[in-house]
C-alpha cells in the first residue's frame, strides 16, 4: 500500500498458515484505553514534504502517506494481515458470509455509528463505497472484479465476476466513506478532500506543513480512545526520523534503521520498542517492460543473474532484510510449501559469464567492457528511488555495480518521494525498487508484481504491475488461481506463475519483507507485540483504528 518504505525488519520467518475468512459472528469493536492521557501521541513517517490532501484512495495523498486516512475512515473487518489464520475483527461490519464459491459477500451493517458530522452510518454507506470503487477503476486499487452491488436494510450484498478465495482479506479492509458526502464530489479520483468526515476515533483538527493535527472523536462508536490528539510529521528521511523516534520527539513510526538496537532501542531501554512481525512480501525491482532496455526479456534475464541477493541483505539493508534465496523469489522458511517441485533445490547465484552469454545469444555485442545494444547504441537505464530512503537508495547503488558488471551504466536518481510515486504510478520511470505486500500466499507478492490484470497504458494510473508486464498465460494463470475452488487447483496455477517468473522475469526479486513499525511505551501501552501481535504494527496500514482502541495510557 505503500509510503510503506523504511520499515525494519527482523530477519525472520514466519510458517505459511491458512486463511480462515468464510464468515465471521458479531463482535464489538476494540477495546478502548482505560481513561483519556493528556499526552498527544506524535507519529512520523520518512515522506518528505506533503501537500494538503486528506483523500484515502490516493495513494499520493498526505493522508495516506502519513497514514492518518485510517484513523478517520474505518474499514469493514480489522484484519491482521501478519497473522492471517487469526479471524477479522468486526468493524463497520458487524458480520458477514460468502457464499461456497466465493463469488458472493453478504454485509451486515454495524448499528449505531454516526459519521463524525453527526449523519448515520448505514448499509448504504457501504454499498456507496463499493460502487464508487467499481465506478471509478482509478479508485480500485484492490482489482476487484465487482458485480451487482445492492442493499436490503441493514444488508449489503456484493457480487463478484469471479471467485475472490484469495481476495477476502481485501475486501475486509476496504475503509467506507459517506455518501452524503461523496455523492457531491465531482471527481473522486482527483478531489483533496480537505474536511474528511469519517466514522474513526479521530477527526481531522488542522492541516500544516508541519504537522497535522487530529482531535479524538467525541462522538465514537467505538468509546472513548486514550490519545486526546495525534500529530503527524513527515520527515525528510530515514535518517531523520531515526533521530525523532530515538529522542521521543516522534513516538509511532516506520522506518528502516540500520543498526536498531543501539540507534533506537539503547536510546530510551524503558521505553523504546519495535515489532517486526514476518510474513511472504518482499522487496523488488520494478522493471518497466515497456520501454528499452527492460522490453527486451534478455536484458531482464542477465541483470537477475548478476544482482548479488546476499550483498543487498548484509550491506544495503544492514542484514534486518532477510536475504532470498530460492530463485522463485518466494520467500524461505515462510514460503517453502508453496515453491514448485521443479524450484525447490533452485537458488540464485552470481554468474557474469552466464549472464553475458545470455545478452550476445540474443544479439546484443561488447565494445570493449561496454555492452552495446541492438541499435548499435551502448546500453543504459535509470534506477531511481526517493532521496533519504537510504537503505532503498544504497540497494540501487549496489544493483548499478551488478550492471556495471556486465556492461550496463546504470545512473542512480533520487527525487522526492511525491515525484516517485507519480513517476511509478504513470509508468515514467525504467528501474525502481519496490514492495509487495505480504498475504497468506505467494500469490499476494506475484500479484502486485507482474499481474497482468492489473496492467494499464504509459500514462495512465498503475495500483500495482507497475512495469506493465503483459503475458495472456500468465492473466489466465492469475485468474485460474482465484477461481480454483480447492487447494490442488489453486497449487497447479501457482506452479504455472512460478515458471513464468523464473524465465520471463517480469521483475527482478531482492530481499525478504516482514512488516514491522517503532514504538514508545512511554505515554501509552498496549502496542502490538509478539506476545500480543493482534495487528500490523505500521502507522499506515489498514488497521490503524483498532490499534488507536487498543492504546492505554500511562498512569
Not at 16 to 28: D, E, F, K, P
Not at 236 to 248: E, H, I, R, Y
Amino acid at each position: 500500500m505503500k509510503m510503506k518504505k523504511g520499515l525494519i525488519v527482523a530477519a525472520v520467518a514466519a510458517a505459511a498458515v491458512g486463511l480462515t475468512l468464510s464468515g465471521c459472528s458479531s463482535s464489538s469493536g476494540g477495546d478502548s484505553g482505560s481513561g483519556a492521557g493528556t499526552h498527544a501521541l506524535t507519529i512520523g513517517m520518512p515522506n518528505g514534504s506533503q501537500t494538503n490532501n486528506s483523500n484515502p484512495f490516493l495513494n499520493t495523498s498526505a493522508a495516506r502517506s502519513l497514514g492518518y486516512a485510517f484513523a478517520i475512515y474505518e474499514p469493514l473487518a480489522e484484519v491482521n494481515d501478519t497473522r492471517p489464520a487469526q479471524k477479522p475483527t468486526p468493524w463497520l461490519a458487524k458480520s458477514w458470509k460468502w457464499n461456497a464459491d466465493y463469488t458472493q459477500l453478504t454485509i451486515t451493517a454495524r448499528s449505531g455509528v454516526k459519521w463524525s458530522d453527526g449523519k448515520p452510518f448505514t448499509a448504504k454507506d457501504i454499498a456507496y463505497s463499493l460502487q464508487l470503487r467499481k465506478d471509478n477503476s482509478a479508485l480500485n486499487t484492490e482489482g476487484l472484479p465487482y458485480g451487482d452491488i445492492t442493499t436490503s436494510g441493514d444488508t449489503v450484498t456484493v457480487d463478484f465476476t469471479t471467485g475472490q478465495y484469495v481476495n477476502q482479506i481485501k475486501v475486509l479492509q476496504l475503509f467506507i466513506v459517506p455518501e452524503h458526502i461523496w455523492k457531491n464530489i465531482s471527481d473522486p479520483t482527483k478531489d483533496a478532500n480537505k474536511n474528511p468526515v469519517g466514522t474513526g476515533p479521530y477527526v481531522l483538527k488542522s492541516w500544516t506543513t508541519q504537522a497535522v493535527t487530529l482531535d479524538a472523536n467525541s462522538n465514537y462508536w467505538g468509546g472513548k480512545v486514550a490519545a486526546p490528539e495525534l500529530r503527524y510529521t513527515s520527515y525528510s528521511g530515514n535518517d531523520a526520523l531515526t533521530t525523532a523516534l530515538a529522542t521521543g520527539a516522534s513516538q509511532w513510526g516506520w522506518t528502516f534503521i540500520a543498526d536498531y538496537q543501539n540507534v533506537y532501542i539503547d536510546k530510551d531501554k524503558a521505553h523504546n520498542q519495535a515489532f517486526y512481525p514476518a510474513g511472504l512480501g518482499i522487496d523488488y525491482l520494478a522493471l518497466n517492460t515497456q520501454k528499452a532496455p527492460f522490453n527486451d526479456v534478455a536484458v531482464r534475464q542477465a541483470l537477475n543473474t548478476v544482482v548479488d541477493r546476499a550483498k543487498e541483505s548484509k550491506v544495503a539493508e544492514s542484514g534486518v532484510f532477510p536475504e532470498l534465496k530460492n530463485v522463485t523469489g518466494i520467500p524461505t522458511p515462510a514460503g517453502d510449501s508453496f515453491i514448485a517441485d521443479d524450484y525447490k533445490s533452485q537458488n540464485y547465484k552470481v554468474d557474469v559469464t552466464a549472464a553475458k552469454k545470455i545478452l550476445t545469444d540474443a544479439g546484443y555485442k561488447y565494445s570493449g567492457s561496454t555492452l552495446i545494444g541492438k541499435d548499435g547504441k551502448p546500453v543504459t537505464f535509470t534506477l531511481t528511488d526517493p532521496a533519504g530512503w537510504n537503505d532503498y537508495d544504497s540497494g540501487l547503488t549496489l544493483i548499478a555495480a551488478s550492471a556495471k558488471s556486465i556492461g550496463i551504466d546504470a545512473k542512480v536518481d533520487t527525487p522526492t518521494a511525491d515525484t516517485w510515486t507519480d513517476a511509478l504510478n504513470t509508468g515514467d520511470f525504467q528501474a525502481a525498487l519496490h514492495w509487495t505486500n505480504g498475504g497468506v500466499t505467494p500469490w499476494e507478492m506475484y500479484s502486485d508484481m507482474f499481474d497482468p490484470g492489473y496492467y494499464v497504458p504509459l500514462g495512465k494510473t498503475a495500483v500495482w504491475n507497475y512495469g506493465r508486464y503483459q503475458n495472456d498465460d500468465a492473466k489466465a494463470l492469475f485468474k485460474q488461481y482465484t477461481d480454483a475452488t480447492d487447494d490442488a487447483g489453486r497449487a497447479k496455477a501457482l506452479d504455472a506463475l512460478q515458471k513464468i517468473y523464473v524465465e520471463q522475469v517480469p521483475t527482478i526479486a531482492m530481499d525478504a519483507r516482514p512488516a514491522g513499525a517503532e514504538f514508545s511505551s512511554k505515554y501509552y501501552t498496549g502496542w502490538p507485540s509478539e506476545s500480543n501481535a493482534y495487528a500490523n504494527p505500521q502507522p499506515t496500514a489498514p488497521n490503524v483504528a483498532l490499534i488507536l482502541t487498543k492504546l492505554k495510557a500511562v498512569g
